[in-house]
């Protein structure tokens, strides 16, 4: 049974970090490329950033510079370290993985960004 449980999420100050991990099972986790994808109230998905399986990776401008993904294959698990976190970084955070033929979806972790 595929599962991606994310973690980490949580109620941080403007200017702080947050960590999300996202544990993978029941698929061969080296061969996909993992995403995450984030959703605020009232918005559309919104893509945040991806690794390959070779470890390279993709940021969205607004993240850029500021977010960094990461993946541990020995552990089955992807990271999001996320600095320098602004109000309009809110959003239920989601991890993806997904190879040419499957894409799965984990259930979510919030993050609130706010004084």
């Known amino acids: 049974q595929v599962q991606l449980v994310e973690s980490g999420g949580g109620l941080v100050q403007p200017g702080g970090s947050l960590r999300l991990s996202c544990a993978a099972s029941?698929?061969?986790?080296?061969?996909?490329?993992m995403s995450w994808i984030r959703q605020a109230p009232g918005k559309e998905h919104e893509y945040v950033a991806s690794?390959?399986?070779?470890?390279?990776?993709t940021y969205a401008g607004s993240v850029k510079g500021r977010f960094t993904v990461s993946r541990d294959n020995a552990k089955n698990t992807v990271y999001l370290q996320m600095n320098s976190l602004k109000p309009d970084d809110t959003a239920v955070y989601f991890c993806?993985?997904?190879?040419?033929?499957?894409?799965?979806w984990g259930q979510g972790t919030q993050v609130t960004v706010s004084s």
């Open positions: 993806k993985a997904n190879d040419y033929t499957n894409a799965y």
């Open positions: 690794i390959t399986r070779a470890g390279s990776t």
């Open positions: 029941g698929f061969t986790f080296s061969t996909y490329a």
